[in-house]
């Protein structure tokens, strides 16, 4: 157990519809990283959240969407879901607002998002 | 634009030898580098990193090493073990950045 909580585990839903993934991150972990890794892919950068605020964005869709609460717990909402959306959704924590900490990144396990 | 390139999708090796997984990046400003290990159904893991300052950095049977010059990095596991079959990636980072820019990942399998 990475310390990272990452749910639900797998997500089976239709196109156009609209999901909700969430994170924990590690307990006193005060960043959030979303990743999305599609088939035979590398990760891909999303979005980070850095005690509540929006830190850095990559190629993240205009459908998706994300957010960091109080309690440090993160949700990624993907929405008008399309079959190419299918991909497993790693969330990452760590300390500080870069991922240079001594052990960059701490992921969870990840969701698989099936759109069919 | 693939910033971090992992060229060999798969390697094969005997147990008790050595592994050498590749990568190369295009990023000059990358200043901080990191090997991950990805079990299916679990997320990527921590195995260990370097800083632009080294050219290399052991923990174990695990060494990375890193040319600049050449914006090249490798792993070397000596020796190989068959619990070390998983999904090797490579990453970077900048000194002013936050975001790990990922390789695609290399399917390493060590034979009994």
């Known amino acids: 157990d990475s310390g990272v909580t990452q749910t639900p585990k797998h997500l089976i839903t239709a196109t156009g519809q609209r999901v909700t993934l969430r994170c924990s991150p590690r307990?006193?972990?005060?960043?959030v990283y979303w990743y999305q890794q599609s088939l035979d892919q590398g990760l891909q950068f999303l979005i980070q959240?850095?005690?509540?605020?929006?830190?850095a964005k990559g190629n993240i869709l205009e459908r998706f969407s994300a957010q960091q609460f109080p309690d440090l717990h993160s949700e990624l909402n993907l929405s008008s879901l399309e079959l190419g959306d299918s991909a497993l959704y790693f969330c990452?924590?760590?300390?500080?607002?870069?991922?240079?900490?001594?052990?960059?990144?701490?992921f969870g396990s990840g969701t698989r998002l099936t759109v069919v | 634009d693939q910033q971090v390139k992992q060229n060999s999708p798969s390697l094969s090796v005997q147990e008790g030898r050595i592994s050498i997984l590749n990568c190369d990046y295009t990023?000059?400003?990358?200043?901080?580098f990191l090997w991950y290990k990805k079990y299916p159904a679990e997320g990527p893991t921590f195995l260990i990193s370097?800083?632009?300052?080294?050219d290399k950095n052991e923990d174990g049977r695990f060494t990375v090493f890193l040319n600049k010059s050449a914006k090249h990095l490798s792993l070397h596991i000596v020796p190989s073990q068959p619990g070390d079959s998983a999904v090797y990636f490579c990453?970077?980072?900048?000194?002013?950045?936050?975001?790990?820019?990922f390789g695609e990942g290399t399917q390493l399998t060590v034979n009994p």
């Open positions: 990452a924590s760590s300390v500080g607002g870069r991922g240079q900490d001594l052990y960059g990144y701490t």
């Open positions: 307990s006193g972990d005060l960043s």
């Open positions: 959240y850095y005690n509540g605020e929006e830190r």
């Open positions: 990023n000059s400003m990358f200043d901080y």
């Open positions: 370097i800083s632009s300052i080294k």
């Open positions: 990453a970077a980072i900048e000194t002013s950045g936050s975001r790990l820019t």
